[in-house]
């Protein structure tokens, strides 16, 4: 079949033609390479070279060990040492690797019911379910608490997840500007004054959609100005707390702590366990009808295989070291690690120059690299240096808005975090990025 005739829509279009034009292979370079360890505070890598002429990459089979400034191990239980991964490793001989099964037909197993008990009173909620995939939580929840007739308020930076469950919901979807309490409250005064745009009657609800930490920006939702304009317009709050829970408020309990906001005035509590919990997976929690529904009605529930015994069991010993329940205080060392960990680092980002997002809570800290081909340049100068980051650019970035975001982990230590900043400087330096008398800002 010949694809490139006019009258046939080329099958990768609007990706492949931008990435093709000049900064394919660099960009590649950036994604999708082996890795052959934990994704600890230090990674091995696959080492690569790039043939730019037919655009291969060839695999030299040497291994490179690195710094890793990139992943979501944000308290570093990823690390396959301590008594989490014990746990995980023993949970195989009683449990095997899959249940074979839903949730609702022979998946359930001992340790799900074990853990959705610890996470609701870790919460502060009276029940909470949990789903093998972080992703399919929303992807799936989202449709089974919100349908047609319904509006979705969603923050114009929500993660894809969250936009896949709003358009599985056959509800109206309208985006507000990040974090912008202003819009959102004009939004919904507009929804409560117009109702339904066909039948003018009220809508059936209406879903505030957000994100505790945004993982593109580093930036933390205004919790308590959404709380209260879901009060005001009586509509409900569905929030995504996937970088915070376990890694933002004083004991990890989230946004919802880091402001001290009630956790029984967010309607749908939803989180993830493939970030501080160093597992995979996620969790609703919140009152025991939403959960209730949840179990009938969630095709994840109901028809996806249930989250396997080992990341159950990882998940489970990690929430009891935060909660102290081991007996000792290496869950809250962890957590304050953390803090401290991504306050100096932030700091120092910025007394070197760069153009941080975010806000200072966050453990994701980006630093803008802008132009696409400095995306892939960074990416790779950091590599020479032996450190591996998570370069980001278009489609994921506006076009001239790539950047380099770092993940920080109560894993990384001092010397690790003063190696990576004089890496990031030089780097800065030979890219051409950072604000300087040379380099001024533009207005
Ligand atoms: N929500 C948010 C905000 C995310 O960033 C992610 C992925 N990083 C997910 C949900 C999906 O979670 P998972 O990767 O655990 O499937």
Known sequence: ?????????????????????????????????????????????????????????????????????????????????????????????????SSCSSRQELGTLRCHLELEELLARFIGVEAALVTGMGFATN??????????????????????????????????????????????????????????????????????????????????????????????????????EAHSIGAVGPTGRGVVEHYGCDPRDVDVLMGTFSKSFGAAGGYVAGPQNLINHLKNSSHSHCYATSMSAPVCMQTKKTLEIIMGLDGTKEGQRRIKQLAENTRYFRDKLKKMGFVVYGNSGSPIVPAMLYMPPKVAFFNRLMLERKI?????????????????????????????????????????????IKISKLNPPRT
């Open 388 to 432: 591996a980051v998570v370069t980001v650019g278009f489609p994921a970035t506006p076009l001239a808005g790539g950047r380099v975001r770092f993940c920080l982990s109560a894993a990384h230590t001092r010397e690790m975090l003063d190696r990576a900043l004089q890496a990031i400087d030089e780097c800065g330096h030979l890219n051409g």
């Open 1 to 97: 079949v010949d694809n490139n005739t006019e009258d046939f829509a080329p099958l990768f279009n609007s990706y492949e033609s931008f990435h093709t034009r000049n900064v394919y292979v660099r960009n590649r370079d950036c994604f999708n390479r082996p890795i052959c360890s934990v994704p600890g505070a230090e990674i091995e890598l696959v080492e690569r070279k790039s043939d730019d002429y037919n655009w291969t990459f060839y695999y030299t089979g040497e291994k490179i060990k690195v710094l890793n400034m990139g992943s979501y191990n944000y308290l570093g239980f990823a690390e396959n040492n301590g008594p989490s991964s014990r746990c995980a490793i023993k949970s195989i001989e009683d449990f095997g690797v």
């Open 139 to 240: 992807a799936l929840s989202i449709p089974a608490v919100i349908e047609k007739d319904c509006l979705i308020l969603s923050d114009e930076l929500n993660h894809v997840s969250l936009i896949l469950g709003a358009r599985l919901s056959g509800a109206t979807i309208r985006v507000f500007k990040h974090n912008n309490v202003q819009d959102l409250e004009s939004k919904l005064k507009k929804a409560i004054i117009d109702g339904h745009p066909l039948t003018r009657r009220p809508w059936k609800k209406i879903f505030i959609i957000v994100e505790g930490v945004y993982s593109m920006e580093g930036t933390i939702t205004p919790l308590p100005e959404i709380i209260a304009l879901k009060k005001k317009y009586k509509a409900y709050l569905y929030l995504d």
